[in-house]
Antibody
């Protein structure tokens, strides 16, 4: 069974930084297409970025609201995906999900809550 | 970016009813569309991919249809467990986008 487990969420002040991790099991992580999706309280789903497999160049792409502030990376030796978030703003408050799938996202983590508050 | 518009935003129905949720894309996305179900406090669950392909384990009461820019999720014989928010998502563009969601109350 494929499992994704996020960690690293918490409370951070505006302008601060936080790094989320997503540890995968039950799949060949190096072959996995990994994405991050977030959901602000009471709101809908928002795709924020992706990282390709290293065999596809390992490139990253980001949604406009987080481009230049967030960085996605992966450590295939640790089966772990990362989301480094810098310059956090109030409107970055959300549950952050990692997910996998090429197109449709067939496996999701349980989510990590990030609260940006002074 | 490709914009996805769902309607209605909320839907109230009874056990045994059939409901339809519509998703419109701002440009042609062929059949590159998925539907998800999300219950409060839980991660989304993939129901349908490629506009009409039912994922393993999803009841056949769920049906996806459409292509191009207009899509429909039909749920027949509604059950209490179908109470959830439903989202469409396009993956024609690598900048995936979701519809705003449809909350279904039973």
């Amino acid at each position: 069974e494929v499992q994704l487990v996020e960690s690293g969420g918490g409370l951070v002040k505006p302008g601060g930084s936080l790094r989320l991790s997503c540890t995968a099991s039950g799949l060949t992580f190096s072959n996995a297409y990994m994405r991050w999706v977030r959901q602000a309280p009471g709101k809908g789903l928002e795709w924020i970025g992706r990282i390709q497999r290293k065999s596809d160049g390992g490139t990253t792409d980001y949604a406009a609201p987080v481009k230049g502030r967030f960085t996605i990376s992966r450590d295939d030796s640790k089966n772990t995906l990362y989301l480094q978030m810098n310059g956090l703003r109030f409107d970055d408050t959300a549950v952050y999900y990692c997910a996998t799938g090429y197109g449709p996202l067939d496996t999701w983590g349980q989510g990590a809550l990030v609260t940006v508050s002074s | 970016d490709i914009q996805m518009t769902q309607s209605p935003s909320t839907l109230s129905a009874s056990v045994g009813d059939r409901v339809m949720i519509t998703c419109r894309a701002s440009q042609i996305i062929d059949s590159w569309l998925a539907w998800y179900q999300q219950k409060p406090g839980k991660a989304p669950k993939l129901l349908i991919s490629d506009a009409s392909h039912l994922e393993s384990g999803v009841p056949s009461r769920f049906r996806g249809s459409g292509s191009g820019a207009e899509f429909t999720l039909t749920i027949s014989n509604l059950q209490p467990d179908d109470s959830a928010t439903y989202y469409c998502q396009q993956y024609k563009s690598y900048l995936y986008t979701f519809g705003q969601g449809t909350k279904l109350e039973i």
